[in-house]
């Protein structure tokens, strides 16, 4: 707990003394090289997050967002192009599409997961269609195998936005390794987190890869020698021997966050019997890595205040859908398009959820939560 006698949403500061230790030595190495723009430290991180993973290639690139646009730079989307993807994720899974000129096309959630619905993505697909980008949403995968029999028969690549879900899996296959492509984020609040904005693209395919390692230098392969017009999507050194120090580490948080997902629906379990609460549940076939714990309830806004009094620190992750966004007025999205995304923004609420949050302070927010919803 914090001094305040706060529970927090995230604390970073909680590191024990041996990471914090062997974090410095990876950044002192760093730092007695030289070389802080890839090289060595780029070269070990990727290769331990692809041997990790199961995965030909590792592209570390400058945040999660620069890994999907860079993604969808290396499958040529540009104008003219559709991207199909959730209305309910954090902004970089559209705005990266409208940044290329393409437009975003959506698809509602399935409330239970809060993922794009396999169910109603055919009638979206068009001629246009250029990718199909599912978001694995607060670190559960979505309903991959129709998502991908789909887009295979249709000649269409997929792009795992898997930026919430790094540990995640899907009968039996990693988050991020099934599609064509995979985009990760290490942003600080993430399962796998740096010290700063940090990224990555993965795939098995050869030809894209080589792409995907020459658009983030400015697209080229050779110093000055430009065969395509790319980006500065470097990932820092010094973020790549951060991650590689506690990559060793991620299932072990991972499981944490598992057990205390599991202790939050143990103790809320009454409250949602008589419907005045809903959590997380993890579906068939897939395991999720809890990046966020969301309950959903009818009162969002009136018992996340109470919970505010309570000294227990809530986000809500995400108050309004793409469709609804000012900047994507010129799509046409009007309320009621898209009704179960619309309906989980009003009722979603984030508890504290991270791996070094204690019993104690797990018990102190469900029974404010329960007080709340009383």
């Given at each position: 707990?914090?001094?305040?006698?706060?529970?927090?949403?995230?604390?970073?500061?909680?590191?024990?003394?041996?990471?914090?230790?062997?974090?410095?030595?990876?950044?002192?190495?760093?730092?007695?090289?030289?070389?802080?723009?890839?090289?060595?430290?780029?070269?070990?991180?990727?290769?331990?997050?692809?041997?990790?993973?199961?995965?030909?290639?590792?592209?570390?690139?400058?945040?999660?967002?620069?890994?999907?646009?860079?993604?969808?730079?290396?499958?040529?989307?540009?104008?003219?192009?559709?991207?199909?993807?959730?209305?309910?994720?954090?902004?970089?899974?559209?705005?990266?599409?409208?940044?290329?000129?393409?437009?975003?096309?959506?698809?509602?959630?399935?409330?239970?997961t809060f993922d794009l619905d396999p169910a109603r993505l055919e009638s979206a697909?068009?001629?246009?269609?250029?990718?199909?980008?599912?978001?694995?949403?607060?670190?559960?995968?979505?309903?991959?195998?129709?998502?991908?029999?789909?887009?295979?028969?249709?000649?269409?690549?997929?792009?795992?936005?898997?930026?919430?879900?790094?540990?995640?899996?899907?009968?039996?296959?990693?988050?991020?390794?099934?599609?064509?492509?995979?985009?990760?984020?290490?942003?600080?609040?993430?399962?796998?987190?740096?010290?700063?904005?940090?990224?990555?693209?993965?795939?098995?395919?050869?030809?894209?890869?080589?792409?995907?390692r020459s658009l983030r230098v400015h697209g080229s392969s050779a110093t000055y020698?430009?065969?395509?017009?790319?980006?500065?999507?470097?990932?820092?050194?010094?973020?790549?021997?951060?991650?590689?120090?506690?990559?060793?580490?991620?299932?072990?948080?991972?499981?944490?966050?598992?057990?205390?997902?599991?202790?939050?629906?143990?103790?809320?379990?009454?409250?949602?019997?008589?419907?005045?609460?809903?959590?997380?549940?993890?579906?068939?076939?897939?395991?999720?890595?809890?990046?966020?714990?969301?309950?959903?309830?009818?009162?969002?806004?009136?018992?996340?205040?109470?919970?505010?009094?309570?000294?227990?620190?809530?986000?809500?992750?995400?108050?309004?859908?793409?469709?609804?966004?000012?900047?994507?007025?010129?799509?046409?999205?009007?309320?009621?398009?898209?009704?179960e995304a619309e309906r989980a923004a009003n009722e979603v609420l984030a508890l504290?959820?991270?791996?070094?949050?204690?019993?104690?302070?797990?018990?102190?927010?469900?029974?404010?939560?329960?007080?709340?919803?009383?």
């Open positions: 707990m914090t001094r305040a006698g706060t529970v927090p949403i995230l604390d970073l500061t909680r590191y024990d003394a041996d990471l914090q230790r062997q974090i410095a030595e990876a950044v002192a190495e760093v730092f007695a090289s030289g070389k802080f723009v890839l090289g060595p430290a780029n070269e070990a991180f990727e290769a331990a997050l692809a041997s990790h993973l199961g995965v030909r290639h590792v592209v570390g690139v400058s945040s999660g967002t620069d890994a999907l646009l860079v993604a969808l730079m290396a499958l040529d989307v540009g104008p003219g192009d559709e991207v199909v993807t959730s209305p309910f994720s954090f902004f970089a899974s559209a705005g990266v599409v409208a940044r290329l000129g393409a437009k975003p096309v959506f698809v509602d959630i399935d409330p239970a697909l068009t001629p246009k269609t250029r990718a199909i980008q599912p978001v694995h949403l607060y670190g559960q995968c979505a309903d991959m195998d129709p998502i991908l029999g789909l887009a295979e028969a249709r000649g269409i690549p997929v792009l795992e936005d898997a930026c919430q879900a790094i540990g995640a899996g899907y009968r039996g296959r990693p988050a991020g390794t099934m599609g064509r492509l995979g985009a990760f984020s290490f942003y600080p609040t993430k399962n796998l987190g740096a010290a700063g904005d940090a990224g990555a693209v993965v795939t098995n395919d050869d030809a894209l890869a080589e792409r995907l020698h430009h065969e395509r017009v790319g980006g500065n999507f470097r990932l820092d050194a010094l973020q790549a021997a951060v991650l590689r120090v506690k990559l060793p580490r991620l299932e072990a948080w991972n499981l944490r966050r598992r057990a205390i997902a599991k202790r939050y629906g143990e103790i809320l379990a009454g409250a949602e019997a008589v419907g005045r609460i809903a959590t997380p549940q993890e579906a068939g076939g897939r395991r999720h890595v809890y990046h966020q714990y969301v309950v959903r309830v009818a009162r969002r806004d009136a018992v996340r205040k109470r919970l505010t009094e309570s000294g227990i620190a809530t986000s809500v992750f995400y108050p309004l859908p793409m469709h609804l966004q000012e900047c994507f007025a010129a799509l046409g999205g009007r309320k009621g398009d898209f009704p504290p959820m991270f791996a070094e949050l204690t019993d104690a302070e797990i018990e102190r927010v469900a029974a404010a939560l329960l007080d709340a919803l009383a």
